[in-house]
């Protein structure tokens, strides 16, 4: 009998593991998600400190290929652990390719297990690996490369980006998202009928979610999203839209998926318009405590008269999606997804989320974060299939 002798695993992440993810600051911007970076490969490099010969080294060999790191093919993301890097501007992003992270308070180190759980900020003796892992564009882990006393570790970094496929043919071939297209959701007069309700009354400006100090608020960025809303509050109208849900939406998840959903969040006519440069750059949609809840998304186009506008999906390759009018898109709210810049035309769609009893007590615990006071959602007394809208941009 032949024994296999099976390699025990380390305790960095390596490859075939998922990137841990992080949120931290960066030179420009206090609250930088990365994973909102994922659809491009990724070189997360932990520097400790800029000082260091050997961090100065793997710099210098990361500044001189451009061709790789344009934000295209890859991207590279320096973390630095010392103070002294940001106080004396030793380091500073370059876009494209070339971005940094102010990782004090140690949150990206710990996160990728860079230093012992117990490591203090700051302290005089730290306890820090330092090591360069090569993500691919889904976020799972590639490769994870120690430094070396001689810099070899550089050149094996590049040489092996340097040496992978295009990001969408990262894993052999083109693959396609993960995700529903549903035609025929909605009736085309059901469609004129929510345009013609949002023509009549108009829509406000649409801003999104954001976690600050605890809480979980709206917040308006015309740069990361441009669009209007207009809440549908006829209950008749509501009814009809569930019903078709039901007959329609809610048993295809359930035969992909094996996901009842049982509940809908949010009844909302939307507009991006060429206008105002109506667009939704990257992002998640269930990042925060007040939208943790959030199971499936759902894009329903109400016409199909523009251009651009189309749902894409980073993580899995350029390919972008404008469903027919009356037609669906329904996608998991944890996919990276964006909405291309509208440039002739208005779209119209209608956005709602998706969630299911379990998801209904999260979204109670969780109420309290939302806003500054709090809302008063309760699962056991809400409608299940029938809940109004509760201040959840997105």
Known sequence: MTTLAIPPLSPLPMAGDPAPGFIQRSPQNPRYNFDSAAGRYLVLCFLGSVADPLAQAALRAVAGRPDLFNDVHASF?????????????????????????????????????????????????????????????????????????????????????????????????????????????????????????????????????????????????????????????????????????????????????????????????????????????????????GTAHRRFAVSINLNDDFEGGEVSFPEYGPRSYKAPTGGAVVFSCSLLHAVSRVTRGRRYAFLPFLYDEAAARIREANARFVGDSGIGYRAATAEPQAQAPQGAAG
């Open 77 to 289: 993301f320096g973390v630095s652990n010392d103070p002294a890097d940001e106080a004396q501007n030793r380091v500073a992003n370059r876009v494209p390719g070339y971005r940094f992270f102010w990782d004090f308070d140690l949150t990206a180190a710990r996160a990728w297990r860079a230093v012992p759980d117990d490591a203090v900020p700051g302290g005089s003796s730290l306890a820090l690996v330092r090591f360069w892992a090569v993500i691919d564009p889904t976020m799972r882990v590639i490769a994870s490369v120690p430094f070396r006393p001689d810099g070899s570790d550089a050149a094996e970094v590049l040489a092996l980006l340097a040496a992978l496929p295009p990001p969408d043919r990262h894993a052999g071939f083109a693959v396609q998202a993960p995700i529903l297209i549903l035609p025929r959701v909605f009736e085309p007069e059901l469609c004129r009928q929510l345009i013609a309700l949002y023509e009549a009354e108009g829509g406000r400006e649409s801003g999104f979610m954001r976690q600050i100090d605890g809480r979980t608020v709206g917040v308006s960025d015309k740069s990361f999203k441009s669009r209007r809303d207009c809440d549908i509050t006829d209950r008749d109208l509501v009814a009809a839209l569930q019903a078709r849900f039901m007959r329609r939406v809610v048993p295809e998840i359930a035969k992909v998926h094996q996901f009842k959903a049982t509940r809908m969040e949010r009844y909302i006519v939307s507009c991006y318009d060429a206008a105002e440069g109506g667009h939704f750059s990257p992002h998640r949609d269930n990042t925060t405590a």
